[in-house]
């Protein structure tokens, strides 16, 4: 009874701590991983900033406009802002990891926006998009760099084409510009990229850009010569119009052509120097290695003719003249008007064969041979004249003799315009011969004799006594019927009549001998004037029959030894 009762032990909770994380932390632990890693990307792609420079901002907006190369964005414009002296703006470009490879000292910039360049319209699709910045990496390796200058206009070749550049020398420009075509055979193979200006004072270095694999095709002994705007040639044929293109006649052109002799030659290497010839003709003619300087002194006149003038044999060009100027003659004490021209030998087939010991022989056994020079028209409707190489029959005799280094040509006369001239003033002096005031004055002496004839006294008495016969012969055929003897009884007066208007037929007819006789002043004024109208006449039945035989002369002259 006594047990006291003992309450049941209760067990006492120990707490333990849990090893286990709560799922709730793998939220920020993954925000965590996706902005470190966003970081990560973020900075592993972008690249350096870079500067450029322009002239001006046109149509870049700070944050919107990006730069791309083969319309791959690679930069963002970020910043826009003035140079130190304010002169040009400087634009701040973050670019992307992927162009740092192309940021070197060859790279090119530009603002890409509608624009007509070279000839060609470009950046039309920035119209709705907004202007962006263009790239151009260069052809070759080079060193990085981050400040660039842009250029104001896009480089005539915006992508890297398979192709040589070569270099053509001139004397000038001409109307050749950057981005004229260059024709091979007529079809545009390349483009003009530029020009250097450190040899401009003496000549222009043009660069031309010729792509595959029409780069085969330029040899050594390629011609390149100036194909712009429209060539006139005025031949046998007609007028002759030769036009590369239009884009050669509003930018200018270059061709080139390859002999070919020299076709299977050695292709030419890049940056090889070639001369640039004025025109196609010049450029054929650069074949021909060897020229003979020569000089003629021409009397009179030489207008029309200037350096560049052709110089023909037989019609068929052979040179050209190089100088015309005036100089005075001390030992003639006269101005003349030396010609300096020089001749291709080679353009004359088969002239290799007799030539002589030296060029001085060749051109004395010439000379002694008749050959001389003369003045010829080139074109009456401009004046020009050109000078005209042929063997001349029974020329003088003359001696080949050496001026200045120039083999100096005897001269004859030609065809020319001054033949023409002389030929007219010719035919006017014969026309201002004829006496026109004394045969006006005689002519005038004839018809005031006649008018006073016509209206003389004698002549109308005349003519009352013929009125008068003839009335009275009326008469008599009336009263034939009548009988004989009324007719008998009037025979008196008829015979009357008659011997009375013969009498002033008679005394009119010896007025008139007076007055028109062979001893008279008429008469033999008269027989001047006909026999200086038979002159006239054959003056002008001998122009004809010259003319009939030879219908050249009105150009060439009358040729009195048979040799034009």
Known sequence: MGETIRPPDIPTA???????????????????????WLAWDTMSKQGPSITLTFDNAEGLVAGQSQLKFKDIVLGTVSRLDLVDDHTRVRVTIATTRQSEPLLTDTTQFWVVKPRLFAGNISGLNTLLSGAYIGMLPGRTEGRRQLDFVGLENPP?????????????KAPRLGSISIGSPVFFRDLSVGTVLGWDIADMATSVTVHVFVSAPYDNYVHDQTRFWDASGISVNLGPSGVALKLASLRALLLGGIAFDTPATEAATEISAANHVFP???????ANAA???????????????VRGLAAGAEVTVHGLMVGHVTDVRLSYDPVKGAI???VQFEVQPERVVGIGKHIYASVAETVAALIRQGLRA?????????????????????APPAEMTIEGGRFVMPITGGGGLSDLQASATSLLEKVNAIPFAEIGKNLDGILSAANGVANGAQLRQSLTDAAATLASVKAVAAHLDSGLSPTLKQLPEV???????MAGVSHLAESLDHGYGDNTKFNRDLERLLVQLNEAMGSVRALADLLARHPEALIKGRTDGGVE
């Open 14 to 36: 120990t707490p333990r701590r849990s090893r286990r994380v709560s799922a709730i932390w793998l939220i920020p632990l993954v925000a965590i991983a996706i902005g470190g």
């Open 156 to 168: 005539v070749l915006e992508t890297n084409v398979a192709g040589h550049i070569f270099l053509l």
């Open 276 to 282: 640039l010839f004025t025109d196609e003709e010049a």
């Open 287 to 301: 074949s021909y290695t060897r020229t003979l300087p020569l000089i003629s002194y021409f009397p009179g006149s």
């Open 336 to 338: 003349t008007a030396p």
């Open 374 to 394: 003369s003045l010829t028209s080139a074109s009456l409707i401009t004046g020009q004249q050109m000078i005209a190489l042929d063997f001349v029959p029974d």
């Open 495 to 501: 015979v009357t009549s008659i011997e009375r208007t």
